[in-house]
């Protein structure tokens, strides 16, 4: 069983909305069995709350459905327990780096590192923006899945 983590900051927009597309992608392809799927952030701020209901929107607007799941935050047990830990941004790469056990740092990898073609490196906070956003979160987040998902079956 390979098991994948997605990270931002608050677990309550982008990583969650990684985690629900990428378990859809998964069970279409029919390796839902194979893959274990979570997310998780840095930060504490939103422990145990849903999805961003902007988050939740957006995802439901194409048929992903993030409503049961719940922020928590990075656990030092993530880095043993995860084959690739995909951080959103550069700033939750360094994070993930900073509390990562010695010998373990090659698990961590930008999420849009798997986009093909992607010509950016970071999938942008949505947070604070306009709500298109949100829409362009998951955008980014379908292309990187579709590679995280071939990259998987390569390996
Ligand atoms: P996320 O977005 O990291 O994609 O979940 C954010 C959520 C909350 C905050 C920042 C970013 N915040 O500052 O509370």
């Keep these: 069983m390979t098991s994948v983590l997605f990270v931002c900051l608050g ?8 985690e629900g597309v990428f378990r859809e992608f998964a069970r279409a392809e029919g390796l839902i069995d194979d893959i274990a ?10 422990v145990g709350e849903p999805p961003d209901q902007r988050a939740q929107a957006a995802a439901a607007s194409r048929g992903y459905d993030l409503s049961a799941q719940r922020a928590r935050q990075v656990d ?7 084959d690739l830990i995909l951080a959103m941004d550069r700033t939750n790469f360094d994070d993930l780096c900073a509390l ?3 010998g373990m740092q090659d698990r961590i990898r930008l999420f849009l590192s ?9 999938v ?11 829409q362009r979160v998951l955008d980014l987040v ?3 899945s579709r590679g995280l998902l071939e990259h998987l079956r390569a390996s």
């Design 11 to 18: 677990n309550i927009c982008r990583s969650p909305t990684a």
């Design 37 to 46: 799927i979570d997310s998780a952030g840095t930060g504490a701020w939103h």
């Design 76 to 82: 030092p047990a993530d880095f043993a327990r995860h």
């Design 100 to 102: 990562c056990p010695p």
């Design 114 to 122: 798997f986009a093909p073609g992607a010509e950016i490196e970071e």
């Design 124 to 134: 942008p906070d949505p947070y604070y923006g306009a709500g298109d956003g949100f």
């Design 142 to 144: 379908e292309d990187a």
